[in-house]
């Protein structure tokens, strides 16, 4: 019995685990194709895992990975997923100027339909990196023909996060939709519930609770998001990462796997478009 019936919208961001922002400045993007690939396995096992609870979700896949693993971007479409972009190489928004976002979303989003033969409606930059610095990404995203973005997470966060901005669907002046990542409010703050090391970082019966009150203190959908990696407890150690990067990627990968199926079990998922903006 599921313990809320509103439909929430379950997202993937499609990363291997030596290209999180994380350990950005120990693998160099020159070293990607020596690593030992595991995306493709990983996205695999999740398939596998939302076509047992019968669940659909959108994965905001990089167009990296769709060049490198084209079936598993086929099984995606295949199996009523929607596919959404995550840009070409997990290069955050906030790093690149307005000519190297405008490539960047220009080549992901043609790889990304060339593989699969859909077309793509939604964006997601890398590590939520959207902010008062870059707003003009929403332009860009409008230029290419993309109808929303999850692009901002509103709480204070050394990696990411502008606090002040809006914490629900709101269209934006450009023309765009944009989902935030959920927050609950506790003493005048937001709190990030939406997912990632959170997630994997307190106890199941914590994170469902924090998601319960959400939904008895709001009438909006509840999104989460999370990566392939972190089902994978096997994969190869980045030891010469600093300890809190590492914290941050190892904590607990080897229960996330039966959370999820935990948190499929417990609520209704769908689609980012079709949740958000059917």
């Known amino acids: 019995m599921k313990l809320d019936n509103r439909l929430n919208a379950m ?16 693998i160099n993007k020159d070293s990607w194709d020596s690593q030992q690939l595991r995306v493709g ?6 398939l596998d895992l939302f076509a047992e609870h019968n669940v659909k979700s959108t994965f905001f896949t990089l167009g990296w990975v769709a060049k490198r693993c084209p079936e598993v971007i086929k099984r995606i479409v295949s199996e009523g997923h929607e596919l ?19 490539k960047d979303v220009y080549d992901s989003k043609a790889i990304l339909e060339d593989v699969s033969g859909s077309a793509i409606k939604g964006y997601r930059a890398p590590s939520f990196s959207v902010n008062d610095s870059n707003t003009w990404v929403y332009e860009v995203l409008v230029e290419q023909g993309f109808i929303y973005s ?4 509103p709480i204070e966060h050394d990696l990411y996060g502008v606090p002040s901005w809006p914490r629900f669907k709101y269209q ?10 959920p927050t609950i409010r506790k003493k005048n703050t937001n709190v990030g519930i939406g997912g990632g090391g959170f997630f994997r970082l307190y106890p199941y019966w914590l994170s469902k609770k924090r998601i319960l009150s959400f939904m008895e203190s709001e009438t909006a959908p509840y999104s989460f ?9 096997e994969q190869p150690y980045i030891k010469n ?38």
């Open 84 to 102: 959404a972009s995550h840009g070409l190489e997990h290069q955050r928004a906030t790093t690149m100027t307005r000519i190297q976002f405008e």
């Open 172 to 181: 934006r002046v450009e023309g765009i939709t944009e989902l935030p990542i």
């Open 241 to 278: 990462a600093n300890w809190r990067s590492k914290f941050r990627h190892y904590i607990n990968l080897s229960r996330m796997e039966s959370k999820i199926e935990m948190l499929l079990k417990d609520f209704n998922w769908g689609s980012m478009y079709d949740v958000y903006i059917k």
């Open 11 to 26: 997202t993937v961001d499609v990363e291997d685990y030596f290209q999180v922002s994380a350990f950005e400045e120990v």
């Open 225 to 233: 998001y999370f990566h392939p990696w972190e089902i994978d407890p």
């Open 150 to 153: 999850s692009s901002t997470y």
């Open 41 to 46: 396995q990983n996205t695999h096992r999740l």
